[in-house]
């Protein structure tokens, strides 16, 4: 017997401080942070001590994940499993990019499906950390090849940037449209490093 099927719950998030709410707060120079001191402060620490860390090489903020992500897909090359670690993700991500999908079929507004995919989402510009957008296009610079380059030498990997876009990328990308009803186009990196991907239609 099949085990029930639970609905999904969102999130609960704390409410951030509201934001310039009345005449007399929009003539104050107020940060939006208002109340979030402590929590500002030990992200600027985090940040802080990351970029001091050059053991090695000179670490960039979005070090831990990108190696995080090299970790997984090297397994996922060396075991063989590459389709099932892209199939995993499009299921973990499904009940997300679903719930975009019924949001476009509802406005019409595809574009929803660029910020949902780059915009919105910290799983992007937490780890790819030089983005451009314009209607209908988004442009990211390859996030891998530095650390990659510094962890080949040493023998920790032996993916390419290439294989990583082509291979685990691309195809989670355009899963990623298509549960959202959408068609896109992902172009292959070009030679200063930058991807784009783009509304179909």
């Not at 060396?78 to 995993?88: F, T």
């Amino acid at each position: 017997m099949a085990a029930p099927q639970t609905k999904p719950q969102p999130a609960e998030v704390p409410p951030h401080p509201p934001r310039k709410s009345n005449v007399v707060d929009n003539f104050k120079t107020l940060s939006g942070f208002e109340g979030r001191e402590l929590e500002l402060g030990k992200a600027v620490n985090v940040v802080l001590r990351t970029l001091s860390n050059t053991a090695g090489y000179a670490h960039e903020i979005n070090d831990a994940l990108v190696k995080m992500h090299l970790n997984a897909m090297q397994f996922a090359k060396d075991q063989g499993l590459i389709d099932e670690w892209i199939e995993h993700d499009l299921k973990t991500m499904r009940p997300i990019n679903e719930r975009v999908g019924n949001i476009i079929r509802k406005t019409g507004q595809k574009e929803i499906a660029l910020v949902g995919l780059f915009d919105r989402t910290a799983c992007h510009f937490q780890l790819a950390l030089e983005n451009e957008a314009e209607e209908g296009v988004r442009r990211w610079k390859e996030p891998f090849g530095y650390v990659l380059e510094q962890a080949r030498r040493i023998g920790q990997f032996d993916l390419t940037v290439e294989e990583i876009h082509e291979q685990f990328v691309k195809p989670r990308l355009y899963g990623y449209a298509r549960d959202m009803g959408v068609e896109i186009r992902v172009s292959d990196i070009g030679e200063d490093g930058w991807i784009s991907c783009e509304l179909v239609g």
